[in-house]
Every structure is written in C-alpha cells, then in structure tokens.
C-alpha cells in the first residue's frame, strides 16, 4: 500500500504564491504517473495537473496554465505543484494522487489513480 502526504497547504492573499509537497512511501516513483487535484466547498473534485515520472511529460488544465508548476525530485520520491498568481478561486482542498503503472499518458480522471493522500487546505483570499 502507497501513502502519500501531502503537505505545504495554508492562508495567502490573492497574487500570492504556495508551493504544495507530496511525499510517497514507495522505493522509487519510476513507473508511477502523479496527479494534483482539487475539491472546493460544493463542488466536484476536479483535474490541476500530472506528471509522468519516467519522462517528466506534464499537463495542465486549463484554469492553472501558467500559473501552476508540477515537478519532481526523484531521490525524495516527491511531487511538487507549484502554484503562482493565486485567486480566490483557487481555494480548496488540494489532493495527491498515484497512478502506479502509468496506464494513461497523461491521466486526468480519478479513475484512473490507485492512490490518493489525505489532501491539504489553501485559502487564498482576496
């Protein structure tokens, strides 16, 4: 079983900047594909961004292009998402997810995750 924790989550005024941990219990990342996603209050949880381990490929929705950054360290076994410019709209709470065999090139449903964390809050207010 893989746990991944999340970490980084918090209070920042609107223009701000965070940047959101994830920490996996694994030996190696090498075959997985990481997804972020998030969930506001009354909505669904909804796709941010993906990297596949092996080759870095990355993706984006559209609503975080240019503002948000995934990344990887290999030797920490961590993602990252970087997240610049935030809005308001941003806020909510901020999942990590695991794909371990890298089944779709760039998953963005959450079917098609095996694992997930315990999620992290950002507020960003106005």
């Known amino acids: 079983q893989v746990q991944l924790v999340e970490s980084g989550g918090g209070l920042v005024q609107a223009g701000g900047s965070l940047r959101l941990s994830c920490a996996a219990s694994?030996?190696?990342?090498?075959?997985?594909?990481m997804g972020w996603f998030r969930q506001a209050p009354g909505n669904e949880r909804e796709f941010v961004a993906v990297?596949?381990?092996?080759?870095?490929?990355?993706a984006y929705s559209d609503s975080v292009k240019g503002r948000f950054t995934i990344s990887r360290d290999n030797a920490k076994n961590t993602v990252y998402l970087q997240m610049n410019s935030l809005n308001p709209e941003d806020t909510a709470v901020y999942y990590c997810?695991?794909?371990?065999?890298?089944?779709?090139?760039?998953?963005?449903?959450?079917?098609?995750?095996?694992?997930w964390g315990q999620g992290t809050q950002v507020t960003v207010s106005p």
């Open positions: 997810a695991a794909d371990r065999n890298s089944r779709y090139a760039t998953p963005t449903q959450q079917y098609e995750y095996d694992y």
């Open positions: 990297i596949r381990w092996r080759d870095g490929r990355t």
């Open positions: 694994v030996r190696t990342l090498s075959s997985y594909t």
